[in-house]
């Protein structure tokens, strides 16, 4: 895999490591990397049948620090709507990978970094990390999915306040508003969210996988669907091997080994 600006590594316990590195600017997003990232996403991800996605940035100071500014200000409208486009899908492509994910909040996450942080499923942030949303100081606004995913996350008036004044937060206020859900000693950002991974991967992926379909497509519908969805794919869940060993297993005291199918 020749990637210029984005870098994988597959450890053990079927954890991958994807890395968005282009750090002498803050991890910025350009096209070059959105489509690597689109590359790796639809090509690479599926082949892997990872059991946990941890993205970060490279470098000691950004996650991402957005999308890149320079090329944004060099683009005609037609190109902007297709940039906007274009981040949209591989955004979506994150949000419904099959395999569960973790932002490792290293540094900066702002503005479409902070939205890249939202398509994943759980965020972990270093004491250092700094969010927002600055768009409104360059003219524009959280266009790659922020408006919709920070409201509901954070509901409106926490995301309007956000979103208006463009200022950027700690991570111990993310974690207070339920931006993050976890914030941890900087040098030990990497370790936190490996294990966190590695306790995901420990357990049924069939289970931990259409538990996800079921607490994203459900909430995206009203509460009487949600719940014909929660209970049809439960029940797919209790068709797979993994419930028998995870039953048989705690029934006869030891882990489960559980096999995906
Ligand atoms: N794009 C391009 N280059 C960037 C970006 C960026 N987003 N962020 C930082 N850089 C570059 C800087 O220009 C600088 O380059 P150089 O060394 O060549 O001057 C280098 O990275 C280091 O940055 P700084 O020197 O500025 O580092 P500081 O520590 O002084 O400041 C900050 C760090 C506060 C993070 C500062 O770099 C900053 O404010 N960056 C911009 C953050 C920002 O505004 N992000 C939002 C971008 S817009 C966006 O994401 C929109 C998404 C949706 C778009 C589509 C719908 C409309």
């Known amino acids: 895999m020749g990637y210029e600006f984005i870098s ?3 450890e053990p316990n079927s954890i991958g490591i994807l890395t968005i590195n282009r750090p002498h600017v803050l991890n910025a997003l350009n096209w070059d990397t959105l489509g690597e990232l689109r590359e790796f996403l639809e090509d690479v991800l599926p082949k892997e049948e ?3 996605l941890i993205i970060t940035g490279a470098g000691d100071k ?3 620090a957005g999308a890149d500014i320079a090329q944004m200000n060099e683009m005609k409208e037609r190109d902007f709507q297709d940039y906007v486009d274009y981040a949209h899908r591989v955004y979506e492509l994150i949000e419904n990978e099959r395999c569960p994910s973790i932002a490792a909040i290293n540094g900066y996450a702002l503005g479409g970094g902070c939205e890249l942080a939202l398509t994943c499923d759980i965020r972990i942030a270093s004491e250092k990390a700094r969010l927002g949303f600055p768009e409104v ?3 524009i606004f959280p266009g790659w ?4 995913r920070i409201t509901r996350i954070l509901g409106l008036g926490k995301t309007k306040e956000l979103v208006f ?3 950027m937060i700690t991570a111990e206020e993310a974690l207070r508003i339920g931006l993050v859900e976890r914030v941890v000693p900087h040098d030990e950002l990497m370790n936190e969210a490996r294990k966190l991974a590695g306790a995901i991967a420990k357990r049924g992926p069939i289970a931990v996988r259409l538990s996800k379909t079921a607490i994203n497509a459900g909430s995206e519908m009203d509460l009487q669907k949600a719940l014909l969805l929660e209970k049809t794919l439960v029940s ?4 797979s091997r993994d419930r028998v060993e995870g039953m048989k297993a705690f029934l006869e005291k030891r882990e489960p080994m559980f096999t995906g199918e």
């Open 62 to 64: 950004a996650f991402v």
């Open 165 to 167: 004044t463009g200022e």
């Open 236 to 239: 797919l869940c209790f068709d």
């Open 137 to 139: 100081k360059l003219g």
């Open 145 to 148: 999915g922020g408006t919709q």
């Open 8 to 10: 994988y590594e597959r």
């Open 50 to 52: 990872l059991k946990a």
